[in-house]
């Protein structure tokens, strides 16, 4: 099994803490005109609200996050290491094209549903077939994971169409989606330091 170099252990690490970390500052900035449960995400980077440079940021920083544990995950499957990078790079575009401060956006809403589906296939996308797989990159814990981001997804419509929680429904698929790429590059080291250090007969 190919290594997976300790570097990818921090960029994979820092995507769940910039994102969480941008949209809470970027709320605070707001004020109490914002509303998390009931408001997206993306009403934090849109233009001319207050939070705009840090929810921003916090994009721009998932992005290259994903992109660089994507370059780093050697042990997963080409199409899904691939898939986690086209997410990163959904996320670099989303944050060039925000929303408008009121009414929807086509441009940002294709991106978005374009980055949230590749994040949503690349685990099952980037199992390891053979034996003695890490435990990120086998096929239970991998269609588990997805189906969970398929279900959030569905709730985030649902809450969306009703005007209901769909800040609660977004940030729980998105958490998710950006701690996933943490426990896939924890299995795989964890699961190389097992093996540097059973010892040769």
Known sequence: MRPVPRWALLSS????????????????????AYDPVTQTISVLAAYGAAGSWVMTGAFLALGVCHLLTAWGLRPAAPAGRVALAGGGVAALVV???P?????GSLHHGAVAVVGFALLAVWPVLAVERGRGA????RIAPSVAVTALMGLGALWFLVELNRQGSAGVAERLVTCVQSAWPLVVVASCLRQADGEGATPTG
């Open 13 to 32: 690490g820092c995507a769940p803490i910039l994102l969480a970390g941008g949209w809470t500052v970027a709320a605070l900035l707001e004020g109490p």
């Open 95 to 97: 944050a060039w094209v």
């Open 99 to 103: 929303a408008p401060s009121s009414g």
């Open 134 to 137: 890490p435990w990120g990159l």
